[in-house]
């Protein structure tokens, strides 16, 4: 059965102070692995997606890559209006478009 | 607004009570995904659409659940008998035919007493 562990649960940061969020991952295949944002009370904001082993995307102070087991999300000298749950997603390429979340990392960055 | 609508957004039941909520996507998405989230938990699949056909819904999706997406335009999802344990932001989606990145709606906050 697909599943996606996130870790940390929460992460607390200093402004400035760069970090890397992560997820791991089980699928018979991977079509594809995204990482969302989510803010209190709102629904999730797409991020990036990402399909094959060694594939990189960045967006601004944030960094997303990706391996054959996990996907790491990079923060690079935060700010605190990054303070968000992050939220890791993964398609099996043999489940259609069925989705599976993880349960999100909570961020807070500290001004 | 080119967004993804939901209605209500907030939902206060008794035990018991039927409830509906509506999702309309944005134009031209062909896939509509429902999901459910409650408290510190990522969003829970519940079913998705391509088009008006509902290709997937999971397992631990009770026969009180039940969601429908006529014309392929905007969906509905009723829960049948509403207990305690429904109760939790119940989030819409949609996507582009040939991108795989979803557009939530701001949800539906579902509070059963």
């Known amino acids: 059965e697909d599943q996606v562990t996130q870790s940390p649960e929460a992460l607390r940061l200093q402004e400035g102070e760069s970090s890397s969020l992560n997820c791991s991952y089980t699928?018979?295949?991977?079509?594809?692995l995204f990482w969302y944002r989510q803010d209190p009370g709102k629904g999730p904001e797409f991020l990036f997606t990402?399909?094959?082993a060694g594939e990189e995307k960045e967006k601004e102070r944030l960094k997303a890559t990706l391996t054959k087991k996990e996907s790491f999300l990079h923060i690079t000298a935060p700010k605190p209006e990054d303070s968000a749950t992050y939220l890791c997603?993964?398609?099996?390429?043999?489940?259609?478009?069925?989705?599976?979340f993880g349960a999100g990392t909570r961020l807070f960055v500290k001004a | 607004d080119t967004g993804v609508s939901q209605d209500p957004r907030h939902k206060i039941t008794k035990r018991g009570q039927n409830v509906t909520f509506r999702c309309d996507p944005i134009?031209?998405?062909?896939?509509l995904y429902w999901y459910r989230q409650t408290l510190g938990q990522g969003p829970e699949f519940l079913t998705y659409?391509?088009?008006?056909?509902?290709?997937?819904k999971s397992r631990l999706l009770s026969d009180r659940f039940s969601a429908e997406r006529p014309k392929g335009s905007f969906s509905t999802l009723e829960i049948q008998r509403t207990e305690q344990g429904d109760s939790a932001m119940y989030l819409c989606?949609?996507?582009?035919?040939?991108?795989?990145?979803?557009?939530f709606g701001p949800g539906t906050r579902l509070t059963v007493l």
């Open positions: 990402l399909y094959s």
């Open positions: 134009s031209e998405h062909n896939r």
């Open positions: 989606a949609s996507s582009f035919p040939i991108f795989d990145e979803q557009f």
């Open positions: 699928v018979s295949g991977l079509r594809g």
């Open positions: 997603a993964v398609q099996d390429s043999t489940g259609g478009f069925k989705t599976i």
């Open positions: 659409f391509q088009n008006e056909a509902q290709l997937e």
